[in-house]
Nanobody
């Protein structure tokens, strides 16, 4: 089992920045790919970003490419999402997830999920 706990969400004005962190515990975190997903009210959960086990490769949704950066520190069992130039449409609950796949855009391939952290971007 892998336990994931997100932090760093909050309220920010459009154009601002937030840094989300996800702390993992349990099994060796470096054995898992990691990802961030988000879900806005009334919408389905959507892929935001993913990173491979080693952190050498990352993936982004088109809507966040160039604004968000995913990173991980396997010595600290953390994965982070730096979010810059935030838009009101980035408002959602953000979830950290871990997968046995090295990196995936599909939520169905993730086995472990955090409880989510709210990000609200005001216009």
């Amino acid at each position: 089992q892998v336990q994931l706990v997100e932090s760093g969400g909050g309220l920010v004005q459009a154009g601002g920045s937030l840094r989300l962190s996800c702390a993992a515990s349990g099994r060796t975190f470096s054995n898992y790919g990691a990802g961030w997903f988000r879900q806005a009210p009334g919408k389905e959960r959507e892929f935001v970003s993913a990173i491979t086990r080693s952190g050498s490769t990352s993936y982004y949704a088109e809507s966040v490419k160039g604004r968000f950066t995913i990173s991980r520190d396997n010595t600290k069992n953390t994965v982070n999402l730096q979010m810059n130039s935030l838009h009101p449409e980035d408002t959602a609950v953000y979830y950290c997830a871990a997968t046995n796949w090295s990196g995936s855009r599909s939520s169905t391939q993730y086995d472990y999920w955090g409880q989510g952290t709210q990000v609200t971007v005001s216009s």
